[in-house]
């Protein structure tokens, strides 16, 4: 059975950084698409960043040029790098992963596989 395990979250100060991690294991899969989701209290989930072997990363225009995704594909790793964080980014932040190549839908949609989330709080 496929794992994710997210790490990294915390409480920081509004213009501070947060990087997360991700480890996939038991994943049967040498081609997939990998990201990070977050939800916030009393709102729908919202895909962050998504990136696949292409490396060709998608954001969320809420954090595009704060939020950098990266990766070892080949050990099954993620990374989320928070930069400038806002008040607005406190969420349970997941990760996400699914067999295959990111989609045009895959940021909006989610993927197959999730973890239990890290908690991010950003504070004014």
């Known amino acids: 059975q496929v794992e994710l395990l997210e790490s990294g979250g915390g409480s920081v100060q509004a213009g501070g950084s947060l990087t997360l991690s991700c480890v996939a294991s038991k994943f049967p899969y040498d081609s997939y698409c990998m990201g990070w989701f977050r939800q916030a209290p009393g709102k729908e989930r919202e895909g962050v960043a998504i990136?696949?072997?292409?490396?060709?990363?998608r954001y969320a225009d809420s954090v595009k040029g704060r939020f950098t995704i990266s990766g070892d594909y080949d050990k099954y790793h993620l990374y989320l790098q928070m930069h400038n964080l806002k008040p607005e980014d406190t969420a349970m932040y997941y990760c996400?992963?699914?067999?295959?190549?990111?989609?045009?839908?895959?940021?909006?949609?989610?993927?197959?596989?999730w973890g239990k989330g890290t908690l991010v709080t950003i504070y004014s």
């Open positions: 996400a992963a699914e067999s295959g190549l990111c989609t045009d839908v895959s940021l909006k949609y989610g993927l197959d596989y």
């Open positions: 990136i696949d072997r292409r490396g060709d990363p």
